[in-house]
């Protein structure tokens, strides 16, 4: 009945108020001494606290006269609450040093704390947080953080969030974090409601709003009056580092899971927007850096990248509008970011000329940080330089040394392979399983592990840097990429497009692999009439041609028309994708089953690509005989992808230098020339017997 459950949303909401104000009255007590014993371990046991105070509220740890740390609640300090919504509150302990010295779950109304988790576990996850340094990221290795309870993942991620950012905002409140409280800083820990209004008229919000009709003028383009009143981005940005901005903005929840898993001197910035146009684009999928935005602050270019984005689902803040994207991006302290200083962020936009030219235009968004967010007084003489951060670029290729060390030790074995290609196919059984063994370490290692999957995507990005303004840090951005790039480059001119296809493309290897297991199965295997082969050959040349011209007009319907490409969905996401991209690798593997390399023979753009380029290669290091497609058709009939023409010829754009046919080029068991050369031999040796016999019975 309808009076039940207004009764029990009373009770309810009677109990809540209930607990909020106790453990508001308890804060405000002074803490006992088996409390802080429990949080604030002290040799001998004797420890005073002083009754909780300041902003944050903190109870101050004094042993013997001398301050030791805090200890504090997390729901006076961040009114944290659990996944469910309900009040959590956690006492941690917090040295001058930013120790966290202990935790203990003091209260919680978590349902799936009380039903399903045992209390012991519960206690050791909490209490393992003692000797965490809140300098780290929640993200940090795992010996820094106890495991997450067995059932209760999610809310142990919230419990962990509650005691990292309130231990943070205690430490930046009290100077332990390295800074000076009487200095001006950034406020960290103030927070009170604000709906997007008050945000916006106060600054927190900075806004840019463009017509198509400014758009294209800056461009140098002609627009029509209709076209010219069309919205083409509304953006805004904040920075929501300070609580009052980032909680009011992404709520509660979303907002200390960003700032705990981020540094305790890192930053972070929101955009949202509406309109035609997106901040954000495509091009990071691929590169790992949002081509489209970059922050500016003095002399210094902050390039965002995708490691440090996430994406937000809604704009919480009370009156904000529905946007078309938001996100929210991490700004590490080693970028030189100072969010105390006056910073920008540009926007590009591209557009494409009468005669076909692509044409760019910059345009800023300008950010002042409000005085409220603010704290202490500003020393004008102490004028603080930020170190010279190193390259974003540099920075990844000293992270992925090991990576880039093995893939050029990959690389120069392999070249290795293809200089003394003779010598390896000569072995049947070591050619044989040589390859399967360097193609499983292809998939698994390139492939599934380094992530090094070329795409079609990455000549459309070059070709489109080169039109609007090359830059190379954009492309060495992914060490590994840059370098299989780099390597296929030389290869083409060298031995042409299959030294990539064949033997360093993961997905390629993947088919091969696929259709090996179905051999040894068994399965039937299809041969294509060469007449209806050779005319397959041109829809992968039209798929890339096409979603070349695509990509002169829109560089997003180029992408998506990239999708063509199964490589994304098996390679870089192992398949766990939206069941249409994983049915359509599925049935490509499929086909493979009976034709060996499907895609790879009719389908792949990439493969066209490297084709066009490769009709330049210097030398042809596969050798043929004047039999070969005459007296003999061994080498075309067991050519694993038909690249040999009945007549014999190897087509180069075809062929993914797999080496087959070196290897029956060199057996004397098959290769017809070499058996009737063998058996001349023979017969030659037989009539010299012969003959030295006769001449020995004469004599």
Known sequence: MPWR???????????LWVFAVSVVSAGAREISAEQI?????????????????????????????????????????T?????????????????????????????????????????????TFVAGFAGFNISDAVSATARDLPPVVSGASVSSGVIADAIVRSARAVANAYGLAGEDPQTARLDRSSFEPATWQDLLSDGTLAQLTLRRGAVDQALGIESDEETASRLFIDLYAALITPPRAGQNLLGRRAFERIVSRAGARDNAILLAANGLYSFKGTGYVRSGVFDRIQIVQGSRTIRLVRDGYTNLARIAADGAPEMRETGVFTLPADTGFDPLEPWRLELFVTGETAEGGVLGSMFPIHYVLPLRYRLGETR???????????????????????????LVIWLTVFAGVLILQDAVVRNDRFYRWSRIAFLTVTLVWLGWIAGAQLSVVNIITFSQALLSGFEWELFLLDPLVFLLWGFVAVALLFWGRGV?????????????????????????????????????????????????????????????????????TAISLKFMREWPYVL??????????????????????????LAIPARLRMFDWLRRRAQCGLECKICA?????????????????????????????????????????????????????????????KS
């Open 584 to 609: 359509y690798a599925v049935v490509l593997l499929g086909a493979g089953l009976f034709i060996e390399r499907f895609y790879c023979r009719y389908l792949c753009p990439l493969g066209a690509a």
């Open 637 to 697: 009939t067991n050519c694993t992808v038909q690249a040999i023409h009945p007549n014999g010829e190897i087509n180069p754009n075809e062929c993914i230098h797999c080496l087959n046919c070196q290897r029956f080029y060199y057996d004397k068991t098959n290769c017809p020339p070499l058996i009737v050369k063998e058996k001349r031999r023979q017969h030659r040796e037989a009539v010299a017997r012969k003959a030295a016999a006769e001449e020995k019975s």
């Open 5 to 15: 459950q207004v009764f029990t949303a009373c009770v309810h909401l009677l109990l």
């Open 79 to 123: 009114g944290s609450l659990g996944y469910s919504g309900k009040p959590v509150d956690i006492l941690v302990g917090l040295t001058t040093d930013g120790l966290i010295t202990g935790a203990h779950l003091f209260r919680h109304e978590e349902p799936i704390l009380i039903i399903g988790v045992a209390p012991e576990d519960l206690e």
């Open 500 to 568: 990539y296809c064949g033997w360093l493309c993961p997905f390629g290897a993947l088919q091969e692999l696929v259709n090996q297991v179905a051999r040894w199965f068994r399965i039937p295997q299809f041969t294509v009439p060469f007449v209806l082969h050779e005319r397959l050959w041109p829809i992968k040349y039209i798929l890339f041609l096409g979603l070349f011209a695509v990509s002169l007009g829109s560089i997003e319907l180029a992408f998506r028309g990239a999708e063509v490409e199964p490589f994304k």
């Open 380 to 406: 004008e003489s102490a004028v603080s330089v930020a170190p010279e951060a190193k390259p974003l670029w540099r920075q990844t290729w000293e992270n992925r040394t090991y990576e880039i060390a093995g």
């Open 37 to 77: 014993q429990i949080v604030f371990p002290v040799e001998g046991g004797h420890a005073a606290a002083l009754q909780t105070s300041g902003r944050p509220a903190a109870a101050r740890v004094v042993v013997q006269g001398e301050l030791r740390g805090y200890v504090f609640s997390t729901f006076d300090i």
